[in-house]
């Protein structure tokens, strides 16, 4: 993987999403040690480029690359004079200019880590694109469905929200899939895709069928600003019928669990409850976040195969 | 050149059904005679042999930029790349800086193209002023001046009652309206064809049901009016099938396709390249296919190439962003030329989608190798292949999804009045 691009998860391989899982796991060991760093990545710049906010993605990728002792650069749209409509050449060229090692990007809009990816030669790690991707999102809920279940294939997965503006269900639907999951969605009919048979998965229109035996609850954040009206009437008639409590998870597994990307909001898309306590993992999402974004940075822009990701020493600058 | 014999050469003529190997001798600019072994006397000969010669094309919807926004393109580039592409007669679109909403715009443009441009242009005028959708223009004092026809082309009159006027207004000059026919409505922020695609990419979708709903509308405006009804690159099924029905009743609608929408679907817009961005956007394989079997039914009437040019950094940004469309002129014969390869359409039928059936639409007397008319002449090689480089183009702009690619088809030559305003080797000679 080093040296390649991360734009989508079918840039991925099953199989090499077993490796990133697997150093994950390895990097998980790095958190729980006293000094929470290893020199991995010493000496190499990573450039977050964001230019969408974004705490809790760019966190975590700075906290990723800082333990592994990377150097890391932050630009996002109010430190830097990236405006939304700058030539894509040109910021390509700039962040070329500090000639980094790996590149983190996020854009409001599908593409452009892709057409940024075109153009440089170093790895482009996508952070998020419009409605189109969010790979390590993906890869860090199957890290954390993976932990909790001990296997992703066979499990039943259901997403549920607003389909049709997330990154997060598409990257996902595409992981667990080819991690031989199956996936369900249920949403309103105004957030389902025009084709979304096209990524293979059946949709409902009732929470409590889609949940019907399922092993995951994947609940998605309405962006309540930009469709509270247009893409439903209310809050209120949302969270009654599409948001999840402990009535409506009753449907599921016993065992299931319940995920969030985050942030939560709560009363709407989870019950308060649920938001806070088991079988909700929100929080070891975020935990296995830095983990797995870890395991990217270093797959992705580290040395090459062979050679430890936590041994310092032999991993040399 | 006041008289020369294009020698040996495929000449096709629609208006006239002629398709034949044979001479074509013009005199001092116009098409004097077509026949074989025509006797060469003092005119100077080209050989023309395996090569097609037709009237040069017309195309009716075109965006020369000029009043305003001269970076992207003006008259005389605009004009030089439609002659590269074969054409000799091409109408431009209002939505210059300021709109041309007004005679004094009409006339700035014909002079313009009187001194820079080797094709012939005719204006096309604003149907509202400032493209507002709001207050009709003055459409008798802007069909005195020249306009070939009215249209707020991406600007789609939105409000019913103000296109139901302009349509029944339009009647006294007898001049078509062309619509760009997309509810904005259900356009909504739409970017790519709502479908398939839209959601593999996550890009907003503008849902073909867009175009189908207003061609419905103004159908039936045109039928209500009796006002000529143009519809503007249909790129539907839904809409291909409206307009047949509608004709078969005797309603005054014409329609036009885009090469790319005959040749491109919206997979070209996997890999987010913003080239692959217009209104309305790429379709599906269906809708793809329905247009083509249009043109060759003659439903739809006309080749237009929506010739839209812009800047290399106003493309080179996310796809939302990007504004819309693509170059047309240089690309058009290879890229339609398709459909006679695949046996889709008889030479005859394209060379008539090209040529006399856009003229017809707008009424000028050109598109046709009738004796005595104007010798505006393509010549073009079908088979000769070749790799389309923008940057080598004549356009100011670059924005086209086809660079980089071979082509099959070249113009050779084109003339307008019968002087040689366009040789492939030597490339476009001064207006
Ligand atoms: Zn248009």
Request: hydrophobic share 40%; proline share 5%; glycine share 8%.
């Amino acid at each position: 993987m080093i040296g390649r691009d991360l734009l989508c998860i079918d840039d991925l391989t099953r199989e090499e999403i077993g490796t990133i899982l697997e150093t994950a796991e390895h990097m998980r060991e790095v958190a729980a040690r006293d000094v929470k760093k290893v020199p991995t990545l010493r000496g190499r710049t990573i450039v977050n480029l964001f230019f969408e906010a974004s705490t809790r993605t760019a966190t975590s990728f700075e906290i990723a690359g800082k333990r592994l002792s990377a150097d890391v650069v932050n630009f996002s749209t109010r430190s830097s004079s990236l405006s939304k409509a700058e030539s894509i050449l040109d910021t390509a060229r700039t962040i070329d200019a500090m000639d980094p090692d790996a590149v983190v990007v996020r854009h409001n809009v599908a593409g452009v880590p892709k057409r940024i990816a075109d153009v440089l030669e170093v790895p482009v790690i996508n952070a998020g694109d419009g409605a189109h991707a969010h790979p390590t999102q993906a890869l860090l809920d199957l890290f954390t469905v993976q932990k909790e279940k001990g296997r992703i294939d066979g499990l039943t997965v259901a997403i549920v929200g607003d389909i049709a503006h997330s990154r997060v269900a598409r990257s996902n639907i595409a992981g667990f899939q080819k991690m031989g999951a199956e996936v369900r969605v249920a949403a309103p009919p105004t957030m389902i895709p025009a084709g979304v048979e096209a990524l293979g998965v059946k949709a409902y229109p009732s929470v409590r069928e889609a949940l019907d035996g399922v092993d995951v609850v994947m609940m998605l954040r309405i962006q309540l600003e930009r469709f509270a009206g247009a893409l439903f009437p209310s809050i209120r008639e949302y969270s009654a019928t599409f948001g999840l409590d402990r009535e409506k998870l009753r449907y599921a597994r016993d065992d299931a669990i319940v995920m969030h990307p985050g942030p939560v909001n709560r009363g709407v898309e989870l019950s308060h409850d649920l938001a806070d306590r088991r079988p909700s993992v929100i929080l070891d999402q975020v935990r296995n976040g830095v983990a797995l974004r870890m395991a990217v940075l270093y797959l992705f822009s580290g040395r090459p195969p062979g050679q430890s990701a936590l041994d310092g020493n032999s991993g040399g600058d | 050149m006041e008289r020369f014999i294009l020698k040996g050469g495929r000449v096709l003529d629609p208006a006239s059904g002629y398709d034949g190997v044979a001479d074509l001798r013009v005199e001092y600019g116009r098409v004097a005679a077509i026949g074989a072994d025509l006797p060469v006397e003092d005119a100077e000969v080209m050989d023309v042999s395996s090569q097609w010669v037709t009237p040069a094309f017309v195309d009716i919807h075109t965006h020369l930029r000029e009043p305003g926004q001269e970076y992207k393109e003006d008259i005389a580039s605009g004009g030089r790349s439609a002659v590269a592409g074969g054409f000799g007669t091409i109408a431009c679109m209002a939505n210059t800086e300021p709109v041309n909403d007004d005679p004094s715009v009409t006339d700035f443009i014909l002079d313009r193209a009187r001194q820079d441009s080797p094709a012939r242009v005719h204006p096309i005028a604003a149907a509202t002023k400032g493209l507002k959708g709001e207050v009709m223009t003055e459409m008798v004092a802007l069909v005195e001046a020249g306009a070939v026809a009215f249209s707020d082309d991406g600007k789609t009159i939105m409000d019913t009652g103000v296109a139901r006027r302009v349509m029944e207004y339009s009647r006294l000059v007898q001049v078509p309206v062309i619509v760009h026919a997309e509810d904005r409505t259900l356009v909504g922020d739409g970017v790519v064809n709502e479908g398939s695609v839209s959601t593999r990419l996550g890009l907003p979708g503008n849902p073909g049901l867009a175009e189908a709903v207003h061609v419905s509308r103004d159908i039936q405006l045109a039928e209500l009016t009796g006002a000529h009804v143009h519809i503007a690159h249909v790129s539907t099924g839904a809409a291909v099938e409206m307009v047949r029905v509608a004709r078969e009743r005797g309603i005054r609608v014409t329609a036009e396709v885009t090469p790319h929408h005959l040749a491109l679907t919206d997979e070209a817009t996997l890999g987010f390249d913003t080239n692959t961005k217009m209104a309305p956007p790429l379709r599906g394989q269906a809708d793809m296919e329905a247009c083509r079997a249009g043109l060759a039914d003659g439903t739809i009437d006309c080749i237009a190439t929506d010739h839209a040019p812009h800047a290399v950094h106003e493309k080179d940004v996310d796809f939302c962003e990007a504004p819309n469309g693509i170059l047309g002129f240089e690309t058009a014969l290879p890229v339609v030329l398709d459909l006679v390869r695949t046996q889709e359409m008889a030479p005859l039928e394209l060379v008539r989608r090209l040529t006399e059936a856009p003229a017809r639409i707008i009424s000028r007397p050109c598109g046709t190798l009738a004796i005595g008319a104007a010798a505006d002449i393509a010549v073009f090689d079908p088979d000769r292949r070749w790799v389309y480089d923008p940057a080598k183009g004549y356009s100011k702009s670059q924005n086209s999804p086809w660079a980089g690619q071979e082509l099959t088809g070249r113009v050779t030559y084109t003339f307008v009045d019968g002087r040689l305003v366009f040789d492939v080797e030597r490339g476009v000679l001064a207006p």
